[in-house]
């Protein structure tokens, strides 16, 4: 297994486009994680799934964010209506569950809204 | 949720070691205290993790305060490879998630 992916690396969009972002995670981790970060501030939790099921959003979660989980496996996470607030690193985690082990995170989609 | 209060930045000559404090004194009782680390670029590094006892692993010993309000990350000898923004977290027992804060950046010198 090669770690959590995540594609794209880098996305440029115009502001009011819509776009999607997918993260495979290690394959045997039925916890999914999505957090974002913006320059010299920590990742903040956005949203997290048990297998396919989403069990929570972060209130930073607004309407126009979705995520996804389909059959438990990679997921995706898609803005509609970008903004430029919306630029940041998106960043994706997975671990299995339990607080004594370790989450294995992605390198990352760099977001850019002009 | 709870959080964790570290210093802003620290620095460390190469080859000494590095003690880096986090205080955390809202930690519940069954949250597990983690560490990682985040190159430039890069997505956060599990480092270590502890729930009361030190802990210690090849890449460095936590150290956890008997009432688990504060801990320390001990780099036992600091290598260039080493700068990086550290963060101090916390593992939910519900959830699992992590809840970062805004870590330590250690810039280490030769």
């Known amino acids: 297994d090669t770690g959590v992916s995540q594609d794209p690396r880098h996305k440029i969009t115009k502001r009011g486009q819509n776009v999607t972002f997918r993260c495979d995670p290690i394959?045997?981790?039925?916890?999914l994680y999505w957090y974002r970060q913006t320059l010299g501030q920590g990742p903040e939790f956005l949203t997290y799934?048990?297998?396919?099921?989403?069990?929570?959003k972060s209130r930073l979660l607004s309407d126009r964010f979705s995520a996804e989980r389909p059959k438990g496996s990679f997921s995706t996470l898609e803005i509609q209506r970008t903004e430029q607030g919306d630029s940041a690193m998106y960043l994706c985690a997975s671990s299995l569950t339990g607080s004594n082990t370790e989450a294995f995170f992605g390198q990352g989609t760099r977001l850019t809204v002009v | 949720d709870a959080k964790t209060t570290q210093p802003n930045s620290m620095e460390s000559n190469e080859e000494e070691p590095v003690h880096l404090p986090c205080n955390h004194s809202t930690i519940s009782g069954t949250d597990y205290i983690h560490w990682y680390r985040q190159l430039p670029s890069q997505g956060p590094e599990y480092v270590i993790h502890g729930l009361t006892s030190n802990v210690n692993n090849r890449m460095a010993s936590l150290a956890i305060a008997e009432d688990r309000k504060s801990s320390t990350l001990i780099l036992h000898r600091a290598t260039l490879r080493d700068a990086a923004v550290y963060y101090c977290t916390f593992r939910s027992y519900n959830t699992d998630k992590l809840i970062f804060g805004t870590g330590t950046r250690l810039q280490v010198f030769p």
């Open positions: 799934f048990q297998n396919e099921a989403q069990l929570e």
């Open positions: 394959s045997e981790h039925n916890r």
